[in-house]
């Protein structure tokens, strides 16, 4: 069956400080991946998705970057983070086919 | 951008009864999916139904669609206490991405 791993579950990080972010996927080949942002009572902000190895495509511009280095690995970025950066991070990923998403549990990030 | 909108977005029930939330959307879409998210976890996906069907069920939830109307609704039955947690809608219109809506904050009381 397939999974997915997210971490850490939480993180408390100062502005200005960089951020790493690793999700991974285990039991599916060559699935899309997509990194989402929850703000407080909002819903979900779709920040990158990706198709492929090294494929990242960005729906918001913003101060943070992904990276796909292996097939079922994907890394949210950042090299300074802003208070703004501050949320809940959701890794997902679901087939080739674009259906139903299976999410990670999340990571909740406070910059301060 | 957000395509779905739920409504309400919040919604207090005691134990028992039906919970009924919608959704709306706005442009063609080719399915619509439902999600439930307990507090400060991931979403869990519950159930999907394509543009051409009208009607799907699974367990206590019922599922409606009406692409005329760009609508959906979500029916929980008997609700319990473990139902409580925040449901959204999510619209699939191209290959690789769903649109999330803001979702609606259930509350089942015991």
């Known amino acids: 069956s397939q999974t997915i791993h997210q971490w850490p579950a939480t993180l408390v990080q100062p502005v200005g400080s960089p951020l790493s972010l690793e999700c991974t996927v285990e039991g599916t080949s060559n699935p899309n991946l997509y990194w989402y942002r929850q703000a407080a009572g909002r819903g979900l902000q779709l920040l990158f998705y990706s198709v492929g190895i090294g494929q990242i495509s960005s729906e918001v511009p913003q101060n943070l970057s992904a990276s796909r280095p292996q097939d079922r690995q994907f890394i949210l970025s950042s090299k300074k983070l802003l208070l703004s950066d501050s949320g809940f991070y959701l890794c997902?990923?679901?087939?080739?086919?674009?259906?139903?998403?299976?999410f990670g549990q999340g990571t909740r990030l406070t910059v301060v | 951008s957000q395509q779905g909108e739920e409504d309400p977005q919040a919604l207090s029930i005691q134990e028992g009864e039906n919970a009924t939330m919608n959704c709306s959307y706005k442009?063609?879409?080719?399915?619509l999916q439902w999600y439930r998210q307990n507090s400060g976890r991931g979403l869990v996906h519950l159930i999907l139904i394509r543009s051409n069907e009208r009607e799907k069920h699974s367990g206590r939830l019922r599922v409606t669609l009406d692409t005329s109307k760009k609508s959906s609704s979500l029916l929980i039955t008997a609700s319990r206490a473990a139902d409580t947690a925040s449901y959204f809608c999510a619209t699939g219109a191209g290959s690789y991405q769903l649109t999330f809506g803001k979702g609606t904050k259930l509350s089942v009381i015991p």
């Open positions: 997902a990923w679901s087939s080739q086919e674009g259906t139903e998403a299976f």
């Open positions: 442009t063609s879409i080719n399915n």
